[in-house]
């Protein structure tokens, strides 16, 4: 059974930054992509950034390009989001999620496995 753990979320101010990690387990996490994507209140979820099993392919929604890092530790089982520059509208709950493959793509539909999410909040 997989297990996506995210931390690192809390409250900043704008202009601030904020690490987030997930911790996975249950299964070779080096085998399969990884991504994060972001659920403001009233909104649908949106794809944030991902990466590729090895993490030499990244990728990242306009909104967050140049702000935010994405990153893995395979052999700690972690992807990492780093974010800076925070902006109120990057205020949302932050979910990292398993790719089927071992690609990192955009598409929700194609992510098995996701954690419980993490809030990050950014104040004006």
């Known amino acids: 059974q997989v297990q996506l753990v995210e931390s690192g979320g809390g409250l900043v101010q704008a202009g601030g930054s904020l690490r987030l990690s997930c911790a996975a387990s249950?299964?070779?996490?080096?085998?399969?992509?990884m991504g994060w994507f972001r659920q403001a209140p009233g909104k649908e979820r949106e794809f944030v950034s991902g990466?590729?099993?090895?993490?030499?392919?990244?990728s990242y929604a306009n909104s967050v390009k140049g702000r935010f890092t994405i990153s893995r530790d395979n052999a700690k089982n972690t992807v990492y989001l780093q974010m800076n520059s925070l902006k109120p509208e990057d205020t949302a709950v932050y979910y990292c999620?398993?790719?089927?493959?071992?690609?990192?793509?955009?598409?929700?539909?194609?992510?098995?496995?996701w954690g419980q999410g993490t809030q990050v909040t950014v104040s004006s």
């Open positions: 249950g299964r070779t996490f080096s085998n399969y992509g």
């Open positions: 999620a398993q790719h089927s493959t071992g690609w990192g793509s955009s598409d929700q539909n194609q992510y098995h496995y």
């Open positions: 990466i590729n099993w090895s993490g030499r392919l990244t």
